[in-house]
């Protein structure tokens, strides 16, 4: 039963991301971590870069390495820092951070906040990134607030070109603070095709759903998950 529910969670992750380019991590993170916390972050960014590279493929014209350069390079030490808060924090408290990151993330969605893709945004945002993604696998909000105003296929390409290195980069972090080994590729096996069918059917249908209202519904899902991932902390 805990696997069907996984899957499904997964389906459903990896459904909203390829509509609006980050959420699978979001929604899985706190609601897998609850049936076994080996799922995060590990297994979910395996999910994640599975997911990605399939939507830069399709997306791959375009991607704007150039724009991205800066946000891979603070990326690079949001990796590290994210890293280290694994060393320090035990599995109690990473349900509380796990917690924070996803209310954080909902909020930052819903803020009217004006960003531009500058070289100082973009830098500071793939600090952010890389340091809420190794951590806790929740990395897409700081890029997504600020490429929001970009045109829709843009947002999706270059996030997904974004998470790929991303991804890499917090599995050879994660190796090296032993918080991924063979067992998290063990179950992380029955995820990766329940990712593949979200990615699937999201392209078979998103243009018969709003994506105003996918994006609220998400949001919500996620504000919930992440109370109940804070409230666990305390009781």
Same mark, same amino acid.
């Given at each position: ?19 609006? $380019? @980050?959420? +699978?991590?979001? %929604?899985?993170?706190?609601? /897998? ?6 799922? =995060?972050? &590990? ?39 994210? $890293? @280290?808060? +694994?060393?320090? %924090?035990?599995?109690?408290? /990473? ?6 990151? =996803?209310? &954080? ?131």
């Amino acid at each position: 039963m805990e696997l069907i529910i996984t899957v499904l969670v997964i389906f459903v992750g990896s459904y909203v991301q390829s509509s609006i $380019g @980050f959420g +699978l991590a979001i %929604i899985a993170a706190p609601l /897998l971590y609850f049936i076994d916390p080996l799922y =995060v972050p &590990a297994p979910i960014t395996i999910c994640a870069l599975t997911l990605s590279v399939a939507n830069a493929i399709k997306l791959r014209k375009s991607i704007s390495f150039a724009g991205l350069k800066f946000a891979i390079l603070g990326r690079v030490p949001g990796t590290v820092a994210g $890293g @280290f808060l +694994l060393l320090w %924090i035990d599995q109690r408290s /990473l349900a509380l951070w796990l917690g924070v990151s =996803v209310i &954080a993330a909902v909020g930052l969605s819903l803020a009217n906040i004006m960003l531009r893709p500058t070289a100082p945004a973009m830098f500071s945002a793939g600090f952010l990134s890389g340091f809420m993604g190794t951590s806790s696998s929740i990395g897409g909000p700081p890029m997504a607030l600020v490429l929001q105003h970009e045109d829709n296929d843009f947002i999706r390409a270059n996030l997904a070109a974004f998470f790929i290195i991303s991804c890499l980069m917090s599995l050879a972090m994660l190796v090296m603070v032993d918080r991924f080994g063979w067992l998290h590729v063990q179950i992380s096996m029955p995820l990766i095709p329940a990712t593949l069918m979200g990615y699937l059917v999201a392209m078979k249908t998103l243009h018969l759903i709003s994506h105003k209202r996918l994006r609220t519904v998400s949001l919500l899902l996620c504000g919930v998950a992440g109370c109940t991932a804070v409230a666990s902390f305390w009781f």
